[in-house]
């Protein structure tokens, strides 16, 4: 019995050894990522360059918001798919979609605030909000059908998701 328990204590010492060698491995891991982090922050965040990466980071979603903005009704109105009628129930439609979107904004950051996951607070947020914002732009100026009231109803939503996905990336 004595040799028997002797045996299991044997085998078990180098799995205890292996366990803690693992855990001294990981600590110095976590400490070698903390350093490259603050050595990575030491370079960038003091420099000019991350002013500039921070202005020229939205530069792209703001040319999309842009265009939309300056030229969506310019864009209607000369491809001649509505009649007056229509055009006007499509332009009320984008002012009530510019009201729920004012409504829409701290409802939005909100959600943001209490989202938690590995990726963080924002990340997930402007992934998709990027990605369903740019199928959204591109379905705004695509999708088109042969009757003028399905085109306003159509157009609507379109512009509605597409606000609110921009809501979600901004």
């Known amino acids: 019995l004595k040799k028997a328990v002797l045996?299991?204590?044997?085998?078990?010492?180098?799995?205890?050894?292996?366990?803690?060698?693992?855990?001294?491995?990981?600590?110095?891991?976590?400490?070698?990522?903390?350093?490259?982090?603050?050595?990575?922050?030491?370079?960038?965040?003091?420099?000019?360059?991350?002013k500039w990466s921070y202005a020229i980071g939205c530069t792209g979603r703001d040319m999309c918001?842009?265009?939309?903005?300056?030229?969506?009704?310019i864009y209607i109105q000369y491809?001649?798919?509505?009649?007056?009628?229509?055009?006007?129930v499509l332009t009320g439609i984008i002012v009530l979609c510019r009201v729920w979107d004012?409504?829409?904004?701290?409802?939005m950051g909100?959600?943001?605030?209490?989202t938690k996951t590995r990726l963080g607070k924002y990340r997930?947020?402007?992934?998709?909000?990027?990605?369903?914002?740019?199928?959204?732009l591109f379905l705004l100026f695509t999708l088109r059908f042969d009757n003028g009231w399905v085109n306003v109803i159509v157009l609507?939503?379109?512009y509605l998701l597409w606000g609110m996905t921009?809501?979600?990336?901004?």
Do not use: H
């Open 7 to 50: 045996v299991l204590v044997q085998k078990r010492k180098p799995r205890l050894v292996a366990t803690e060698r693992n855990n001294e491995a990981e600590e110095k891991r976590k400490e070698g990522t903390l350093l490259c982090g603050l050595i990575l922050r030491r370079i960038f965040m003091n420099k000019k360059r991350s």
């Open 65 to 73: 918001y842009t265009l939309v903005s300056m030229y969506l009704l």
């Open 79 to 88: 491809s001649g798919l509505l009649n007056e009628a229509q055009f006007l």
């Open 102 to 107: 004012a409504v829409n904004d701290p409802m």
């Open 110 to 114: 909100t959600i943001i605030s209490n």
């Open 124 to 136: 997930p947020w402007v992934l998709i909000g990027c990605l369903s914002n740019a199928i959204f």
């Open 156 to 158: 609507g939503v379109t």
């Open 166 to 170: 921009y809501t979600m990336n901004d």
